[in-house]
């Protein structure tokens, strides 16, 4: 969870520093209160073995208002959600789940992938509930073809 927040923290540092309008000392102040807040919140609510699971609720979101985890760390160096509001894009999704920190700007925005990393295999696991059904099966699977049909 150390290397999501942190890459989570870090892309929205470098926004504010893209503005020129915070010290260097303000930024860094930021970085590690939004870390703090992060890994706060996302504490019981970070699940590796099932990566999207909780996804909505680490959801940082900034949309006409301001995200509480940033607005909370913009506090701490003194800077007012609304004067944050007005140095950070007005619309900003970023999704920070295990193994994968992607982000948007915009709702029509395309989704950038800003960390991603392959969790680590279990050669005792399947990949997936299919292989799961799979296992022990000397021939593949029958083959079957779906059509749909619409009126």
């Not at 940082?60 to 208002?65: A, L, M, T, V």
Request: net charge neutral; with cysteine.
């Amino acid at each position: 969870m150390k290397t999501e927040v942190s890459t989570a923290a870090n892309f929205v540092t470098r926004l504010l520093r893209g503005t020129r309008l915070l010290s260097e000392e303000q930024l860094q102040q930021f970085r590690f209160s939004l870390e703090e807040a992060l890994g706060d919140h996302y504490q019981h609510h970070w699940f590796p073995n099932a990566p999207y699971r909780g996804s909505g609720y680490r959801c940082i979101r900034i949309n006409h208002k301001m995200d509480p985890l940033i607005g909370k760390a913009a506090c701490t160096i003194g800077i007012a959600k609304e004067r944050l509001f007005s140095l950070l894009p007005s619309e900003l999704t970023m999704w920070v789940d295990p193994y994968e920190v992607s982000y948007r700007i915009g709702e029509d925005g395309s989704i950038c992938v800003l960390y991603e990393s392959a969790p680590p295999s279990d050669t005792n696991q399947p990949d997936s509930c299919k292989d799961e059904l799979r296992i022990g099966r000397a021939s593949p699977s029958k083959s079957f073809s779906m059509m749909t049909c619409s009126s």
